[in-house]
């Protein structure tokens, strides 16, 4: 009898301890320096998630290498929910299309949480650029011996693939420069080093809004409903043109249920909270979110395609 409620009162101590996940504060790991548009966006998830996990969500920035360093430091982590990851399709497909060797497996490594939405990236100029269109970017590049410099957050990133393919599809003579980060490249885009970038809508809008830079074209196939006045790359007369970066939030595979289960609740309710969300728009994210499990479907799809394009820009695998 004593042994049969001693091990009752075990196992109930043991659901009970089970249940309690999470007993510690989580790690929202950032691939980019501080203050780019992925920055911005986990800051402001941090404290609600936190709230509905009842634990503290730490952000911590480890940028470098394209965001390898800090998807390598996730893909190594203990598999238990703890060390969570955000960030685009830079490190999940474009990585990958572009790199011949990476240090983690976007689909052996990774299981998402949930998709959070698209930053649409933004042709920007300086505001004393004599162009103001595409036609009028496309002359000047022409016109300039050495061509124009555009910056992007990153050797193989979106900004830079966005760049490269514009490149392409229309004849533009531009120079790629890349930086570690949106917030280095946004610096010397506004000081005037750089006449042009490609950056997200999230880390644009604000300094479009200041008057610091202007906006050419965006790169989505439709014009974005935060950046409505701005036209697509597409519409001005280069059908085909797109390139449009997601952001997700990934763990290291192999989390229990019940971490993933709470995780993606969790994330679910944060990123829809009409205050979340209309902070994460007001910052120029179009939230769309979807579950962790699109995330295999769309690495799958997207993957084999990006490396077509790729291909086409002229863009060697590294």
Same mark, same amino acid.
């Given at each position: ?24 504060? #989580?790690?929202?790991? +950032? /691939?980019? /320096? ?37 998807? %390598?430091? +996730? ?14 399709? @830079?490190?999940? @497909? ?34 004393? +650029?004599?162009?103001? @269109? ?23 990133? =979106? ?27 946004? =610096? ?13 809508? &999230?880390?644009?809008?604000? %300094? ?9 074209? +965006? ?5 974005? *409903?935060?950046? *409505? ?14 390139? $449009?970066?997601?952001? @997700?939030? $990934? ?11 709470? #995780? ?7 990123? #829809?909270? *009409? ?11 179009? &939230?769309?979110? %979807? ?26 695998? %590294?």
């Amino acid at each position: 009898m004593k042994k049969t409620v001693l091990a009752l009162i075990l196992s109930g101590a043991t659901v009970l301890a089970h249940a309690a996940w999470p007993e510690k504060p #989580l790690t929202l790991v +950032v /691939p980019y /320096p501080p203050g780019g548009a992925t920055d911005t966006i986990a800051r402001l998830l941090a404290g609600p998630l936190g709230k509905r996990l009842g634990q503290s969500v730490i952000v911590e920035n480890k940028a470098g290498a394209g965001t390898a360093i800090g998807a %390598q430091a +996730v893909a190594r982590a203990n598999a238990d929910g703890y060390t969570l990851l955000i960030s685009s399709n @830079t490190t999940f @497909t474009v990585n990958p299309a572009l790199k011949s060797k990476l240090p983690y497996d976007p689909q052996k490594d990774f299981e998402s949480i949930g998709l959070i939405g698209t930053s649409p990236l933004v042709l920007l100029a300086h505001p004393k +650029v004599p162009a103001t @269109t595409v036609q009028e970017v496309i002359a000047l590049s022409k016109k300039s011996p050495n061509g124009l410099n555009f910056g992007s957050f990153g050797v193989g990133t =979106t900004a830079h693939l966005a760049g490269e393919m514009f490149k392409v599809m229309t004849g533009a003579n531009l120079v790629h420069v890349a930086y570690r980060g949106s917030a280095p490249a946004m =610096t010397d885009l506004i000081g005037g080093q750089i006449p042009l970038s490609f950056d997200t809508s &999230v880390a644009a809008r604000p %300094q479009m809004a200041a008057g610091k830079v202007k906006a050419i074209a +965006v790169t989505t196939a439709k014009r974005s *409903p935060q950046m *409505p006045q701005v036209p697509t790359v597409a519409e001005l007369g280069f059908s085909g043109y797109e390139m $449009v970066p997601w952001i @997700t939030i $990934v763990t290291r595979r192999g989390m229990s249920n019940e971490a993933r289960a709470k #995780l993606e609740k969790a994330l679910k309710e944060t990123v #829809l909270d *009409p205050a979340t969300r209309g902070e994460l728009e007001r910052k120029g994210l179009d &939230v769309a979110y %979807q579950p962790g499990k699109v995330y295999d479907t769309r690495v799958a799809q997207e993957l084999p395609l990006l490396r077509a394009y790729a291909h086409r820009a002229n863009i060697p695998v %590294q």
